[in-house]
């Protein structure tokens, strides 16, 4: 029973397409996180939610937008893909006390 | 800039023997170190932390040690297993709960048998 889903794994797509990434936890949870991993490996936060809130909003154009219809849910919908784009993206939750963080398995885009 | 810097992008070691992975950090306001492992087409895994106030985290196999005046930590694994092998991520925040991780760009870890 998978704590942190993501769907799809893998997403091959144009530049200028829109595109979306879900995210799901079934650990009860408050807090879900959007980070992406560059070809360089850095493993960045993007967006943080607590409880549908948006808490967390690092420096990333507006073309993503996260959106949380509940606390269990977190998706990330991305608007005129561009090249750069392409990295694997990791949702995340946690409980919000420690900086345990439970990470889901990826979703690799690739933008061509 | 790289606040979290692991400079080893590999690493190999003897099955049995002592594993040492390094990490320094520039911002002087973390305050809590987190390590976490990665196996391929999955994602981070928590390991082991530890907080500014102490100087060393045990959990069986895993220490990590914190050396605050030089922004330095390691994690030793004692003794090494073929199931070590991973991609090891050191992360720091500062605001113990403050979830924002600011990571490193990962060591990999090979175990020879």
């Known amino acids: 029973d998978t704590a942190v889903s993501q769907t799809p794994k893998y997403l091959v797509t144009q530049m200028g397409n829109d595109k979306s990434i879900k995210c799901e936890q079934n650990?009860?949870?408050?807090?879900m996180y959007w980070y992406k991993q560059d070809s360089k490996k850095f493993l960045k936060i993007m967006f943080s939610?607590?409880?549908?809130?948006?808490?967390i909003n690092e420096t990333v154009p507006n073309r993503f937008s996260p959106k949380s219809p509940d606390k269990a849910h977190l998706n990330l919908h991305i608007n005129s893909l561009e090249l750069g784009d392409s990295a694997v993206y990791f949702c995340?939750?946690?409980?919000?006390?420690?900086?345990?963080?439970?990470f889901g398995e990826g979703s690799r885009l690739t933008v061509l | 800039d790289q606040q979290v810097k692991q400079n080893s992008p590999s690493l190999s070691v003897q099955e049995g023997r002592i594993s040492i992975l390094n990490c320094d950090y520039t911002?002087?306001?973390?305050?809590?170190f987190l390590w976490y492992k990665k196996y391929p087409a999955e994602g981070p895994t928590f390991l082991i932390s530890?907080?500014?106030?102490?100087d060393k985290n045990e959990d069986g196999r895993f220490t990590v040690f914190l050396n605050k005046s030089a922004k330095h930590l390691s994690l030793h694994i004692v003794p090494s297993q073929p199931g070590d092998s991973a991609v090891y991520f050191c992360?720091?925040?500062?605001?113990?709960?403050?979830?924002?991780?600011?990571f490193g760009t990962g060591t990999r870890l090979t175990i020879i048998p």
């Open positions: 992360a720091a925040t500062s605001n113990f709960g403050n979830e924002k991780l600011t």
């Open positions: 995340a939750s946690s409980r919000g006390v420690t900086g345990e963080l439970f």
């Open positions: 530890i907080s500014s106030i102490k």
């Open positions: 911002n002087s306001m973390f305050d809590y």
């Open positions: 939610y607590n409880n549908k809130e948006l808490i």
């Open positions: 650990l009860g949870h408050d807090t």
